[in-house]
């Protein structure tokens, strides 16, 4: 019984540990643009192996990323693009595959580059990334193709310099990397391309994370982890207490 008690308190202490890791890191993104939260919580896991197969662990699991949209509000940026639900920007990642964000804010580099703020490349429709002719003035349609007027140039000339790829495809449908962004699950083709009025320009969505239920969390999750430590220490202290009554019989 001791073995099982400080295996469950030791398990349960250290997923307490984890979901603490997934809150705080929610927290750091809560003024993030276009930042969906990650969903944790415990499970009640066998443990395999040799031995009794009456032990049980509390493991930490990631159930996915929290698809509510965060508020828009407006910039009158005209690279700033919100993306309507369910409608996600594909960027080109560290490695060079495409990867997708709803982080709207864009802006053009000193060689004429789209890029987020984050430093990665925006891919056009046609999978490369964008570049951006010199221009005086620029506009982005709901359906993401972007329009210039031209450095010097009057604004009959208005033209367009290309077109954001945006895809559709349902949070759930999507897995979240180590960078933070999103792409196909392994083996499942990508997702289609977006039709439509995709998104809102001049405006940015903010992050889903609310500081204030993060906090709560976080304070509710250090009190466990403390009631952890406690049962490990208590149930410590009864097994050599039991120890030592033995030892006198």
């Known amino acids: 019984m001791t073995d099982r008690s400080l295996y469950v308190a030791m398990s349960g202490a250290s997923a307490m540990l984890r979901e603490q890791a997934t809150v705080a890191h929610n927290l750091a993104n809560a003024d993030s643009t276009g930042f969906q939260a990650t969903l944790d919580a415990t499970v009640a896991a066998p443990v395999t192996g040799a031995g009794l197969p009456t032990r049980v662990a509390t493991v930490a699991r990631t159930l996915g990323v929290d698809a509510r949209a965060g508020a828009i509000h407006n910039t009158g940026n005209p690279l700033d693009v919100a993306m309507k639900p369910e409608r996600w920007l594909a960027v080109q990642d560290a490695a060079g595959a495409t990867a997708y964000t709803r982080a709207g804010d864009l802006t053009v580099n000193a060689n004429g580059m ?88 001049g405006t940015l969505e903010d992050s889903n994370v609310n500081p204030a239920d993060a906090l709560v969390s976080m304070i509710e999750l250090s009190r466990q982890f403390e009631m952890q430590v406690q049962l490990l220490h208590r149930t410590d202290e009864n097994a050599r207490v039991t120890s030592s009554i033995v030892s006198l019989t």
């Open 114 to 201: 789209l890029m987020t703020m984050r430093g990665q490349p925006v891919l056009g429709a046609d999978g490369a990334p964008l570049s951006i002719p010199a221009y005086q003035s620029i506009e982005v349609g709901q359906d993401g193709t972007i329009s210039i007027i031209p450095q010097g140039q009057p604004a009959s000339t208005l033209s367009e310099a290309g077109r954001l790829q945006i895809v559709a495809a349902k949070t759930t449908e999507l897995q979240r990397g180590d960078d933070g962004l999103m792409r196909a699950p392994p083996g499942s083709p990508p997702p289609p391309a977006a039709t439509g009025a995709a998104l809102a320009s």
